[in-house]
Nanobody, 123 residues
Framework: QVQLVESGGGLVQAGGSLSLSCAASGRTFSRYTMGWFRQAPGKERETVVT????????YYADSVKGRFTISRDNAKNTVYLQMNSLKPEDTAVYYC????????????????WGQGTQVTVSS
């Protein structure tokens, strides 16, 4: 398995921006499909965005399309999430996850998870 560590969460006002990073270690990063997921209190974990091993194919949840951007740098073993125009409903713990295989979009398809980072958007 791959070890994942997220960073970059925090508190921001509505309309603001945050950037999250997820550093991976342990095995060849480029073999993994990567994703960002989030879980708000009392709600199920949901997919935010996923990115294929080469970075070409990306899946965005409708709720974040046009506001969030995922990217990855396989040379640095890191995946990023740029979040713009944040809304209070984006408040959640954000998790980075890896899948040892091809493209997927559901949390259950991912094998390794980070510890999560809190994102809070105030109104």
């Amino acid at each position: 398995q791959v070890q994942l560590v997220e960073s970059g969460g925090g508190l921001v006002q509505a309309g603001g921006s945050l950037s999250l990073s997820c550093a991976a270690s342990g095995r060849t990063f480029s073999r993994y499909t990567m994703g960002w997921f989030r879980q708000a209190p009392g709600k199920e974990r949901e997919t935010v965005v996923t990115i294929s091993r080469g970075g070409v194919y990306q899946y965005y949840a409708d709720s974040v399309k046009g506001r969030f951007t995922i990217s990855r740098d396989n040379a640095k073993n890191t995946v990023y999430l740029q979040m713009n125009s944040l809304k209070p409903e984006d408040t959640a713990v954000y998790y980075c996850a890896a899948r040892d295989g091809g493209a997927a979009t559901t949390p259950a398809s991912f094998d390794s998870w980070g510890q999560g980072t809190q994102v809070t958007v105030s109104s």
